[in-house]
């Protein structure tokens, strides 16, 4: 394995970036900008490759997969949004390793893979990289909409979590938001804006195909490979990218004072027991709400559901951290 993995790493010759320029506000064009002027002071070959609209990434992805059949190496410059399209157009069993360089210093990925937060130095990590890790990912499935399934590097939601994150790119892609308020602090905002109106139904999972659990009042559930959602809103603190297991947390405080009590915990960090929140880890798990929710896959609209299904795919993501 480890002779493998030097080999690859060998062999690359060209590096691949795509951009999302729009990424953070308009700040992904301003990193690019950073990055680039480093490169053009170093030997590497590379290509850049500029998304417009959204779903170009993962275009991108799927392009040099077919282009490269040998190892190469694809960067994602952006949001966690840009990495979930990567992902999304990767044939995994490819020879392909990724890079990550976030555009935001609150990002989710970024903090789960504890990733510097200067750009530069997740560049200067790339180019000079001791060993990848072999990460996990997670796949949700549903009936309603197209594509029956969508990739999550992150986290997946269904309920009040994903209707913020559905709210915040609404707003951000017609007026995009004032710089000075960060995006953990307009997600938790949005939050309690909707939770005011928000009426929790009821539902159940089912957890690896042999547990099935009950809930009267569900506000939302989140699925995690990594710790953190919304920009560093910490709701599953036993996450592990690596581990080949999915953490669960739900929301099903018959209150929305306890709602907002754990929602502001989790902005604090303090992820934890308490009233109203349970955590559970598993492989796979079947979700089923009594009335249609919004759901999310890294941040991203994957419509509004009543089934989905999520599932780990351990270690197949390459990754240089």
């Not at 020879?95 to 555009?103: A, D, N, S």
């Not at 029956?148 to 994150?165: E, H, M, T």
């Given at each position: 394995?480890?002779?493998?993995?030097?080999?690859?790493?060998?062999?690359?010759?060209?590096?691949?970036?795509?951009?999302?320029?729009?990424?953070?506000?308009?700040?992904?064009?301003?990193?690019?900008?950073?990055?680039?002027?480093?490169?053009?002071?170093?030997?590497?070959?590379?290509?850049?490759?500029?998304?417009?609209?959204?779903?170009?990434?993962?275009?991108?992805?799927?392009?040099?997969?077919?282009?490269?059949?040998g190892p190469h190496t694809i960067i994602a410059v952006g949001g966690c949004g840009t990495v979930n399209e990567v992902l999304d157009g990767l044939s995994i069993d490819a020879p392909v390793t990724l890079g990550f360089i976030p555009t935001d210093a609150g990002n989710?990925?970024?903090?789960?893979?504890?990733?510097?937060?200067?750009?530069?130095?997740?560049?200067?990590?790339?180019?000079?990289?001791?060993?990848?890790?072999?990460?996990?990912?997670?796949?949700?499935?549903?009936?309603?909409?197209?594509?029956?399934?969508?990739?999550?590097?992150?986290?997946?939601?269904?309920?009040?979590?994903?209707?913020?994150?559905?709210?915040?790119?609404?707003?951000?892609?017609?007026?995009?938001?004032?710089?000075?308020?960060?995006?953990?602090?307009?997600?938790?905002?949005?939050?309690?804006?909707?939770?005011?109106?928000?009426?929790?139904?009821?539902?159940?999972?089912?957890?690896?195909?042999?547990?099935?659990?009950?809930?009267?009042?569900?506000?939302?559930?989140?699925?995690?490979?990594?710790?953190?959602?919304?920009?560093?809103?910490?709701?599953?603190?036993?996450?592990?990218?690596?581990?080949?297991?999915?953490?669960?947390?739900?929301?099903?405080?018959?209150?929305?004072?306890?709602?907002?009590?754990?929602?502001?915990?989790?902005?604090?960090?303090?992820?934890?027991?308490?009233?109203?929140?349970?955590?559970?880890?598993?492989?796979?798990?079947?979700?089923?709400?009594?009335?249609?929710?919004?759901?999310?896959?890294?941040?991203?609209?994957?419509?509004?559901?009543?089934?989905?299904?999520?599932?780990?795919?351990?270690?197949?993501?390459?990754?240089?951290?």
């Amino acid at each position: 394995m480890l002779y493998f993995l030097v080999a690859v790493f060998l062999e690359v010759s060209m590096y691949h970036f795509i951009v999302n320029p729009r990424a953070s506000r308009g700040h992904g064009e301003k990193v690019w900008r950073k990055l680039e002027r480093y490169l053009q002071h170093t030997r590497v070959e590379y290509e850049v490759l500029m998304t417009r609209t959204p779903g170009d990434a993962k275009l991108f992805a799927r392009r040099l997969n077919k282009l490269n059949q040998g190892p190469h190496t694809i960067i994602a410059v952006g949001g966690c949004g840009t990495v979930n399209e990567v992902l999304d157009g990767l044939s995994i069993d490819a020879p392909v390793t990724l890079g990550f360089i976030p555009t935001d210093a609150g990002n989710d990925l970024a903090k789960g893979l504890r990733l510097p937060r200067n750009p530069v130095r997740c560049l200067q990590r790339i180019l000079n990289p001791e060993h990848p890790m072999w990460l996990d990912y997670g796949v949700l499935s549903y009936e309603k909409e197209e594509p029956r399934y969508r990739r999550f590097i992150v986290s997946s939601g269904i309920g009040l979590d994903a209707a913020v994150s559905y709210r915040l790119l609404e707003i951000q892609n017609k007026s995009g938001f004032r710089p000075w308020i960060p995006k953990r602090l307009a997600y938790l905002l949005l939050g309690i804006q909707i939770l005011l109106h928000w009426v929790p139904p009821k539902g159940y999972l089912i957890l690896d195909g042999t547990r099935k659990i009950e809930f009267n009042h569900i506000y939302f559930i989140s699925i995690h490979v990594h710790p953190y959602e919304g920009g560093g809103f910490r709701f599953a603190p036993m996450a592990d990218g690596a581990d080949g297991m999915l953490e669960m947390c739900v929301v099903h405080n018959s209150t929305k004072q306890g709602v907002l009590i754990s929602g502001i915990n989790a902005f604090l960090g303090k992820g934890g027991y308490r009233r109203g929140v349970r955590y559970y880890s598993c492989r796979e798990a079947w979700i089923h709400v009594d009335a249609p929710m919004m759901v999310h896959v890294d941040g991203e609209n994957a419509y509004s559901q009543t089934d989905i299904h999520v599932r780990c795919i351990e270690k197949k993501v390459r990754m240089i951290v």
